[in-house]
């Protein structure tokens, strides 16, 4: 009787066992078919902009379009189109635009866009090359940098822009005075712009 005892006990506990291991294994299964894994909420949030290209830090956002602060002819076709200049109250300025190719043919983007710094001799492809000039104040604004030296830009972009194509940009740089509205924008193979800073 003892015996007959053990061995009933020991098919339910090995029973229990069993629906307990379908019962988690099922759970896991759910988990991962509902989209609401941990894992598949890491990569959606991989995917959203943070620093943008960092791209140096900073989100990178397709221009707003419909406004145009400024647009200046360069080389070969190209115009450069400055779509918005704000203030932020970190102490920043964000200017964005696009880089639009006009021409027959692709151009390629040269290495002084990137500015002539030893520092980003190595660096990627960026817009560090773009100062904003306080002309009142007679200071000069270069691109920021994050804790690594990278610049705060729009970098690693195609060597080239197509014929057709744009290169939507941003850069950002330390704000001026309160009181400074207007600076002169200077980027390489670009004339002279003034833009009108808001915020």
Same mark, same amino acid.
């Given at each position: 009787? !003892?015996?007959?005892?053990?061995?009933? $006990?020991?098919? #339910?506990?090995?029973? @229990?066992?069993? %629906?307990? &291991?379908?019962?988690?294994?099922?759970?896991?299964?759910?988990?991962?078919?509902?989209?609401?894994?941990?894992?598949?909420?890491?990569?959606?949030?991989?995917?959203?902009?943070? !620093?943008?290209?960092?791209?140096?830090? $900073?989100?990178? #956002?397709?221009?707003? @379009?419909?406004? %145009?602060? &400024?647009?200046?002819?360069?080389?070969?076709?190209?115009?450069?189109?400055?779509?918005?200049?704000?203030?932020?109250?970190?102490?920043?300025?964000?200017?964005?635009?696009?880089?639009?190719?006009?021409?027959?043919?692709?151009?390629?983007?040269?290495?002084?866009?990137?500015g002539e710094e030893e520092a980003l001799a190595d660096a990627d492809r960026s817009f560090a090359g773009m100062t904003l000039v306080d002309s009142k104040a007679k200071k000069r604004y270069y691109v920021l940098r994050d804790t690594d030296n990278r610049p705060l830009t729009t970098s690693g972009y195609s060597p080239s822009i197509e014929s057709g194509s744009a290169l939507t940009f941003f850069a950002q740089f330390p704000a001026p005075e309160p009181s400074t509205h207007e600076v002169g924008l200077q980027f390489p193979g670009f004339p002279n712009a003034t833009i009108e800073i808001s915020g």
């Open positions: 009787m !003892t015996a007959r005892y053990v061995r009933k $006990a020991r098919r #339910t506990g090995v029973a @229990a066992l069993l %629906v307990a &291991t379908l019962a988690f294994s099922a759970a896991a299964c759910g988990g991962d078919d509902d989209g609401s894994g941990k894992d598949k909420g890491t990569s959606k949030s991989a995917e959203s902009p943070d !620093t943008g290209k960092v791209t140096g830090g $900073a989100s990178e #956002t397709t221009p707003d @379009a419909s406004t %145009v602060l &400024t647009t200046v002819k360069g080389d070969s076709g190209l115009e450069m189109v400055i779509n918005s200049a704000t203030r932020d109250s970190g102490g920043f300025v964000t200017v964005n635009g696009q880089i639009k190719n006009t021409g027959s043919e692709a151009y390629t983007t040269p290495v002084q866009w990137g």
